[in-house]
C-alpha cells in the first residue's frame, strides 16, 4: 500500500464536478477520484481550518467513533472497478481490528478530521493512478525519452494534462496554493 496526502480539492469549472486530488506521499504519483459536492465541501473545510456551526456528517461520524470508545487508524483506497473506486474506514475498537466499508470521499474527509493515514494499494495506482510531467516535459514525455512508452501510455497521459489544464480555480473552499 501507498501512503497518500490530499493535494487539493478542486473544480472544473466547465462541468461544476468536483474532485479530490491525492498524491503520493513518497513519490510524484497522483490519483484522480471525482467526488460529490458535499463531500468535496466537507474535505475543503477541513483542510482549511474553518469549522461549521454545527457539526456536519462527517463531524458526527467521528464523534460517534470516539465517543463509543474506537479511534479511527487509517483509511485505504482498496479497489476501482468500472470507475468506481472503494474503501475502508480501518478502525480499533477496544483493540479489535474492523475495517468497514466506504465510499472514498466519505473516508477521506473523515481522515482528514482525524488526522489519520491514507493509503491506496498499488493495484489501484497501477490502474488509475498518473505521474504527472511539468510544463517542459509536454513536448517530449520523459517515459517515451526512456523509450519505454507506448501511444496508449501517452494518450492516457494528454487525458489528465487536459484535465489539469481544465481545473482553473480552486473551489472557493479548496486548499489555497
Keep these: 500500500m501507498v501512503e497518500m496526502s490530499v493535494e487539493s480539492v478542486r473544480m472544473n469549472l466547465a462541468t461544476s464536478q468536483r474532485v479530490v486530488i491525492l498524491k503520493d506521499a513518497q513519490g510524484e504519483r497522483y490519483l ?3 467526488i460529490a459536492n458535499a463531500e468535496a465541501y466537507a474535505i475543503a473545510m477541513e483542510l482549511q481550518g474553518t469549522a461549521s456551526l454545527r457539526p456536519l456528517t462527517h ?22 472497478e468500472e470507475d468506481i473506486f ?18 472514498p470521499s466519505d473516508a477521506i474527509a473523515l481522515a482528514v478530521r482525524a488526522k489519520v493515514p491514507i493509503y491506496v494499494t498499488e493495484q489501484v495506482l497501477d490502474q ?3 505521474t504527472l510531467q511539468n510544463p517542459a516535459d509536454l513536448e517530449e514525455p520523459a517515459a517515451r525519452k526512456a523509450g519505454s512508452s507506448t501511444s496508449n501510455e501517452d494518450d492516457k497521459l494528454d487525458v489528465y494534462r487536459d484535465f489539469i489544464n481544465s481545473l482553473d480555480a480552486l473551489d472557493e473552499f479548496g486548499k489555497p496554493d
Excluded at 464523534?63 to 483509511?75: D, F
Excluded at 474503501?87 to 468497514?100: C, K, N, S, Y
Design 32 to 34: 484522480f477520484i471525482w
Design 59 to 80: 463531524d458526527l461520524l467521528k464523534s460517534v467513533i470516539t465517543e463509543l470508545g474506537g479511534k479511527i487508524m487509517s483509511v485505504i483506497i482498496t479497489k476501482l
Design 86 to 103: 472503494y474503501a475502508h474506514l480501518v478502525l480499533d475498537a477496544d483493540g479489535r481490528h474492523v475495517e468497514i466499508d466506504s465510499r
Design 128 to 130: 488509475a493512478g498518473v
